[in-house]
């Protein structure tokens, strides 16, 4: 997401523990959906087939979905189409009560052995209204005008128990998936995965899609779109009829910026392509693997178009090991900074020197507004999920480090990070070993005060220039 969109940050104790189940759940590898959305009544069914592993290393009796607090399980059964005794309670989320969902609770007839898959089906319906009152982004909701199906809502099955611990712990892991949408024949399905095929029916379209790569989220957008394409490029924009014409910039832009970040850090392995799909401001921008859910402003208003750069920017990330993940430092810190220097490609130096800034400011505001924030360095922001911090002070340390080691080392830099650290992932040791082997620099000063320690935040609050601070480090 845009790093000044504001982020839930969750620091209540745990209230509520959800005894039946083990501290580990199996992972979802695989969801087929077929969905029924039904704009003018608000509603959807589903019929979602889940493949489930168990990698807990203990038998499995019992699995825990998560849905929103709207969807009803109308029936669970195996793969056999066996029936399976399931329940379901409307609970507050263990670490954040205000949060809702459908828990559910399914009794496998024979436990799922360590290392071992088994299929099961799990139809369920009901209405999305978001969750506004918690996430101010999550708005989320089936409508006429503008309908989103997205994880954050919980509107398809996560597997995890009623935490955002687990719930965490599920966003971490990777599946692949084929949906199929039916809707009025007068909307268009908008999706991160590849449309394979459309089947009109009646007054109905069906949509099939297929995920290009194994991911972590399945986001499907539905209104009257149109949709624009370079298929040499593989570049797909769904955009709303009466922002078209900004849809033209955006897809240009993306162009344009792809360029860029390619010449930078190199090709994107395994390219795929890139879908941008509109939704409706406020709604929360957010990027996947080669698409990205992109707020209406960008498509009016060009000076927003730095959203779409950190969007894209997202593809030139390492992937982050689990331990330091919610720091959001190889995601947020990196695209963030991304962002910048696209900023500085095609708008200056002094477009450049202002976003940064604005990086400055924002952090200082969340300084002065909670001391621990000041006082957390970047290493620790996953014990109180201050990742947020990252869109702004995590963007300031790689300025601070490209200044230091500079440009062709910095490119060097991320470049390796890319090579080594893209599917096995990095830490912040990870980071610096990566660093000071690619710049012959010892960087040991600056990640004991960028990284690891808080003095970092007194150079920012107290506004050195950037001379001044790499001055600090010889």
Not at 82 to 106: C, H, M, T, W, Y
Not at 113 to 118: A, C, D, E, G, Q
Not at 228 to 254: I, S
Request: glycine share 6%; aromatic share 12%; net charge neutral.
């Amino acid at each position: 997401m845009k790093r000044t969109l504001a982020l839930l940050c969750i620091a209540t104790p745990m209230l509520f523990v959800a005894a039946a189940y083990a501290e580990d759940v199996p992972k979802v590898t695989h969801y087929s959906l077929k969905l029924r959305v039904l704009p003018k009544e608000r509603r959807l069914s589903v019929a979602a087939l889940m493949t489930l592993t168990n990698n807990t290393g203990q038998p499995q009796k019992e699995i825990p979905l998560l849905l929103y607090r709207l969807l009803e399980v109308q029936s669970v059964t195996d793969e056999n189409g066996q029936p399976l005794k399931f329940s379901q309670n409307v609970l507050g989320l263990s670490d954040e009560r205000n949060l809702q969902a459908n828990v559910v609770s399914i009794r496998l007839g024979t436990p799922l052995l360590p290392n071992k898959s088994l299929r099961v089906n799990v139809t369920y319906a009901g209405s999305i209204f978001g969750y506004p009152e918690v996430m101010a982004y999550v708005r989320d909701t089936i409508s006429e005008a503008f309908s989103l199906i997205r994880p954050d809502a919980f509107s398809y099955p996560m597997l995890a128990l009623p935490s955002f611990k687990s719930v965490s712990a599920a966003y971490d892991s990777s599946f692949t998936y084929d949906l199929e949408t039916t809707v009025p024949a007068d909307y268009t399905v908008a999706c991160g995965g590849l449309l394979t095929a459309t089947t009109r029916r009646d007054n109905t379209v069906t949509f099939v899609h297929r995920s290009k790569i194994p991911t972590w989220r399945i986001d499907i957008a539905i209104a009257k779109f149109k949709t624009l394409a370079d298929e040499e490029r593989k570049l797909f924009v769904y955009v709303l009829p009466e922002d078209e014409p900004g849809a033209m910039k955006l897809l240009n832009e993306m162009k344009n910026v792809i360029a860029f970040y390619s010449r930078m850090f190199g090709p994107v392995k395994n390219y795929q392509g890139y879908t941008a799909i509109e939704i409706r401001d406020g709604w929360g921008s957010q990027a996947s693997d080669y698409y990205f859910l992109q707020t209406s402003a960008a498509f009016k208003d060009s000076e927003r178009i730095g959203e779409m750069y950190h969007e894209v920017g997202h593809s030139w990330n390492a992937r982050a090991k689990p331990g330091v993940k919610r720091c959001r430092y190889f995601d947020e810190a990196f695209a963030s900074y991304f962002e910048s220097l696209a900023i500085r490609e095609f708008k200056g130096d002094a477009a450049f020197l202002a976003d940064m800034e604005k990086s400055r400011d924002l952090f200082a505001q969340w300084a002065k507004y909670e001391r621990r924030n000041y006082d957390t360095p970047i290493a620790d922001y996953w014990k109180e999920e201050r990742g947020r911090l990252s869109y702004t002070k995590g963007a300031w340390s790689l300025y601070v480090l490209h200044q230091l080691v500079g440009e062709e080392n910095f490119r060097g830099i991320v470049r390796e990070l890319l090579r080594d650290f893209s599917e096995s992932g990095a830490d912040f040791e990870d980071f610096r070993k990566t660093a000071e082997r690619v710049s012959g620099k010892n960087l040991s000063k600056f990640f004991a005060e960028w990284i690891y320690g808080a003095e970092s935040s007194r150079v920012l609050v107290d506004k050195l220039t950037i001379e001044e601070i790499v001055r600090r480090y010889p």
